[in-house]
Nanobody
Framework: VQLQASGGGLVQAGGSLRLSCAAS????????MGWFRQAPGKEREFVAR????????YYADSVKGRFTISRDNAKSTVFLQMNSLKPEDTAVYYC???????????WGQGTQVTVSS
């Protein structure tokens, strides 16, 4: 299984970025897909997830109303649209996949997002 994240970059506060994560080696449609992030000196934290079976979405409180997770099962890709970015959103963003609730089984390599003030 491989998860390839892309789309990170440098953006000014208030701007937008769209992250992508292309998956291979798994039956993508049945997997929950999630996004996590890790800022320097901090632990990795949950950002958003979208279930595979019933398309239910969850967001961290810190990103609700600003970020949107979506998926294209035909392309085995999950997206994270990030709007109204803040400097505190600066982190390495990781995508992850899991077949069942609980531990996330597979992780991508991360993509850096830097938001300047």
């Amino acid at each position: 299984v491989q998860l390839q994240a892309s789309g990170g970059g440098l953006v000014q506060a208030g701007g937008s970025l769209r992250l992508s994560c292309a998956a291979s080696g798994l039956t993508f449609s049945v997997y929950d897909m999630g996004w996590f992030r890790q800022a320097p000196g901090k632990e990795r934290e949950f950002v958003a997830r979208r279930s595979g079976s019933d398309n239910i979405v969850y967001y961290a409180d810190s990103v609700k109303g600003r970020f949107t997770i979506s998926r294209d099962n035909a392309k085995s890709t999950v997206f994270l649209q990030m709007n109204s970015l803040k400097p505190e959103d600066t982190a390495v963003y990781y995508c992850a996949a899991r077949r069942y609730s609980g531990e996330w089984q597979y992780w991508g390599q991360g993509t850096q997002v830097t938001v300047s003030s």
